[in-house]
């Protein structure tokens, strides 16, 4: 299991079990699982406004900053485009381009081509994607990475974060991989990703490493999806409380999803899990 599903069975208010306890048990850092709590914040104003972003964003992937603050005033939200331009970023939106971006390339990473052109998606393992969203609490907010095989739609791993750094894309990473490996895994040029630590884990496994272009919101289309579906299905519905409640959601939105959701996209409408086993044994 991730470090994100082991650590949503930890019951802090269980009577009998220390939470000190529990994590031994269930092989956790204590207090990064109470950091794990922790959902990041900004004003009550500013989250607002963060939601309303979110929403449109899920439905207008192509605004950047300068038609996001134009449409929220037609709602009645008093605002310029530099503060939507902040709060863009700090959602891991760009906002001075027409795709999403969870963050800029670091100057110092290597940025690798884009691999997906022209090409023909006809196996499981053979492209990866992976990519990170924005999900509201009703106070606060937290990121959240994964992994999905593109010709299955299967999500193999998915980790939660209070922090935008590489460290849980590479949790997330890690966990998919004991399920096998890609020919391809394909990524956006965030920092996350381009970092020495994620790329070094692909390169270690022979897989070649293929990046978006710039703005490109198409180039990660089914994890895109993913996420249309996810704030549809489960995060705007529920709004939860805490980080614990969402970590509950996401743990039966993701078994929904690959296991029992009839996908649209797939021969017969069946689940991305059948798909990627069925294929698998094929």
């Known amino acids: 299991m991730s470090v994100a599903e082991r650590r949503s069975f930890v019951d802090p208010c269980d009577a009998e079990m220390s939470v000190r306890r529990q994590c031994e048990l269930l092989a956790l850092n204590r207090s990064g699982y109470y950091r794990s709590l922790l959902p990041c914040r900004e004003s009550e104003a500013n989250e607002e406004l963060m939601k309303a972003i979110d929403r449109q964003y899920i ?7 300068r038609r ?7 709602q009645g939200y008093a605002v310029n485009r530099k503060r939507v331009m902040r709060l863009m970023r700090k ?10 971006s969870t963050s800029k390339p670091h100057p110092e990473h290597k940025v690798y081509p884009y691999l997906l052109r022209g090409l023909e998606i006809t196996s499981v393992n053979q492209v990866w994607s992976t990519d990170i969203t924005y999900i509201p609490l009703r106070q606060g907010y937290m990121y959240l990475a994964a992994v999905m095989d593109w010709h299955s739609r299967y999500v193999l791993s998915w980790e939660l974060s209070n922090s935008l750094d590489s460290e849980f894309c590479v949790r997330a990473l890690e966990v998919a991989l004991r399920r096998g490996k890609p020919e391809i895994f394909n990524t956006d040029q965030g920092s996350q990703f381009t970092s020495d630590d994620f790329t070094s884990r692909l390169l270690g496994n022979a897989i070649r490493i293929g990046m978006d272009g710039r703005g490109r919101a198409l180039d990660n289309i089914f994890i895109e999806r993913l996420w249309r579906s996810l704030k549809y299905e489960c995060i705007y519905l529920n709004e939860y409380e805490n980080v614990p409640e969402l970590l509950e959601g996401l743990k039966w939105w993701f078994g929904f999803y690959n296991e029992k959701r009839p996908h649209t996209a797939l021969p017969g409408k069946i689940t991305p899990r059948s798909m990627y ?4 044994i094929s």
Do not use: H, N
């Open 91 to 100: 959602m891991g939106l760009e906002g001075q381009a027409p795709g999403p």
């Open 59 to 65: 439905q207008t992937p192509f605004y950047g900053s």
């Open 68 to 74: 996001m603050a134009i449409w929220l005033k037609g």
């Open 277 to 280: 086993e069925k294929c698998l």
